[in-house]
């Protein structure tokens, strides 16, 4: 039996990256044998173990064999006399598909380090058809490396536009997409992830339900140009998200509520079956970008109904990160007003009122009727 280091950990210690997760490989071995070692068994389609100590990922050495349509559609076999290179083949990328013995001697026999060296992502073998997934992963990890000079080798790039071209993307779950996304969302430069995308036609695939126009969401320069500044500023994925689609469907903004954009955002990315919290606050920030940069204009009664919408009063963290999304567009200029609205809003007691003999609807109406004059005050002022 012999144990490799493979993969990403593998690619990183040669970029001179930190090393997040470490997984290995088993040769010439039979799943009793990392049964009787105490490992505990986790995978469904071919055996994969626990370390009883570190708890990191072992697999047997595998190949995969397509039998279907779609990311889903192999068969793996798996066997004592399963090659290392043989694992190794069925890889997406060279620089994924190096190795590490025990002595620390690389092996790598597609050329991964030399890939490295001239900053390329390229595919390993033609297999790389047989997995439409590989083209989120390759945008995905385009994004995390681009800073450092990496580019999708164009031999790939083609191979990326034929998955996109013979329908089979379109088999991968909506749920994986996301994960993708909200993956590609956390690394160092995302608007590639995005880009990629749209250049090999993947989006009509993805979001099959949007218009053709709708597309161009994806390209347009000034939602790249403003989504690259957000990347820039702050790095939580939720804010980025909505600073994408802040521009995406909603540039040049509009006077008052957009309700289109809101409604335009928040069904595209149920769509993609985002988590409630980039559903709601990427549409409300496509909606109600405008109370931002046209406050004075607002009525007060509309204010305080946002401040409700976005939850702010009982999570006023959220205020501050539409007024940082806002301000990737239009400037930090009218942050300050909005802590105070907040504020003033908040500091309205129901007590005051209870003690008065308010209850029920009334009590709501009277507590409302402060707030908006609380928020007129400042307005006038």
Not at 40 to 45: A, E, L, M, S, W
Not at 258 to 275: D, F, G, S, V, Y
Not at 278 to 301: I, K
Not at 315 to 323: A, E
């Amino acid at each position: 039996m012999q144990i490799y280091l493979v993969g990403g950990a593998v690619r990183d210690k040669y970029l001179g990256l930190p090393i997040k997760d470490r997984d290995w490989v088993v040769v010439g071995a039979q799943p009793q044998a990392l049964l009787s070692l105490g490992y505990q068994p986790v995978g469904k389609d071919f055996p994969v173990f626990l370390h009883p100590e570190t708890h990191e990922e072992y697999a047997l050495a595998r190949t995969e064999k397509k039998t279907g349509a779609g990311y889903t559609g192999f068969t793996c076999e798996y066997s004592p006399d399963i090659s290392l290179e043989a694992d190794l083949q069925r890889r997406d990328l060279t620089i994924n598909a190096m190795a590490e013995s025990s002595t620390g001697t690389l092996i790598d026999p597609f050329g991964g380090q030399q890939d490295l060296e001239k900053k390329l992502l390229k595919h390993v073998s033609p297999a790389f058809v047989e997995d439409p997934l590989r083209v989120l992963r390759v945008a995905r990890l385009l994004a995390r490396y681009a800073h450092l000079g990496f580019q999708i080798a164009p031999e790939t790039f083609t191979l990326m536009k034929k998955l996109c071209a013979n329908g089979e993307l379109s088999t991968v779950s909506k749920e994986r997409v996301w994960q993708e996304l909200q993956r590609a969302l956390t690394e160092t430069q995302p608007w590639h992830f995005f880009e990629t995308l749209y250049h090999c036609n993947a989006w009509p695939s993805l979001l099959p339900a949007l218009d053709p126009a709708d597309y161009q969401i994806f390209q347009q320069p000034q939602t790249l140009h403003f989504f690259q500044k957000a990347c820039e500023q702050f790095t939580d994925s939720v804010q980025r998200l909505s600073a994408f689609f802040l521009t995406a469907v909603n540039y040049p903004v509009t006077s008052h509520a957009n309700l289109a954009a809101q409604q335009k955002t928040k069904r595209l990315l149920n769509q993609l079956k985002a988590p409630r919290i980039y559903v709601e606050f990427s549409s409300f920030v496509a909606g109600y970008h405008t109370l931002y940069f046209d406050l004075l204009n607002w009525p007060a009664e509309h204010i305080l109904a946002a401040f409700k919408q976005l939850h702010a009063f009982h999570q006023p963290q959220k205020l501050d990160q539409f007024i940082q999304v806002c301000g990737v567009v239009d400037g930090l200029y009218g942050s300050e007003i909005f802590t105070q609205m907040l504020l003033a809003c908040r500091n309205v007691k129901s007590e005051h009122y209870l003690q008065r003999g308010f209850t029920g609807i009334l009590l709501g109406q009277r507590i409302e009727e402060a707030q908006c004059a609380a928020i007129q005050q400042l307005l006038d002022g």
